[in-house]
Structure formats: C-alpha cells, structure tokens
C-alpha cells in the first residue's frame, strides 16, 4: 500500500507522482452525496500505477445505504478509472 520505495538505506526514496480524482458513485442521496476521492498514483511520463479509494468515504456511505463497502469501493474505482484511463478510441 506504500507509494514510496526505499531500496537502500543511503539513497533517496523514489516517490510516485500522486493526485486526487473525485468518483462519483450511484448513491446521491447519502450526506457525501455518493461522493468518493480517489488518490492516482503516477510515475513521471503520466503512467498511472495505482488507484485507491479513500475508506472514510466509502465507509460513510456504505453505513448510510447498507450496500457493502466493498461494492462502494468498486464502484468508485470504476468511476475513477474512466475519469483517469478512457477508453482508447475505436478504429
């Protein structure tokens, strides 16, 4: 779960470039308005390497509705996914 590597003790951490994207999920009416941040971690060229969803979020939602945390979390990586890595265009 880190974003940061150490490989030896005398060199610099290599650190991912990281960002917030907002997911927005089915469940408007709950006080988050179905609303989940999702942290996108980077390498330099814009490579995306990972995404992960903020718990508190999903986890306020989830105690609201009853769905389980575990499809709240899908559903926002999913609404993330397609707001960072669209489709590639049909040919």
Same mark, same amino acid.
């Given at each position: 779960?880190? %974003?940061?590597?150490?490989?030896? @003790?005398?060199? *610099?951490?290599?650190? %991912?470039? @990281? &960002?917030?994207?907002? =997911?927005?999920?089915?469940?408007?009416?709950?006080?988050?308005?179905?609303? $989940?941040? $999702?942290?996108? &971690?980077?390498?330099?060229?814009?490579?995306?390497?990972?995404?992960?969803?903020?718990?508190?979020?999903?986890?306020?939602? &989830?105690?609201?509705?009853?769905?389980?945390?575990? $499809?709240? =979390?899908?559903?926002?990586? &999913?609404? =993330?996914?397609?707001? $960072?890595?669209?489709? *590639? *265009?049909?040919?």
């Amino acid at each position: 779960t880190t %974003l940061g590597v150490r490989i030896y @003790r005398d060199l *610099p951490r290599a650190k %991912l470039c @990281r &960002s917030f994207v907002t =997911a927005q999920t089915p469940y408007s009416e709950t006080t988050r308005k179905g609303i $989940v941040d $999702v942290k996108v &971690s980077k390498f330099k060229n814009g490579e995306t390497i990972a995404m992960k969803v903020e718990f508190d979020h999903c986890k306020d939602i &989830s105690n609201e509705t009853g769905v389980p945390l575990k $499809v709240i =979390a899908e559903l926002a990586l &999913s609404a =993330a996914r397609e707001q $960072v890595m669209p489709p *590639p *265009p049909k040919t």
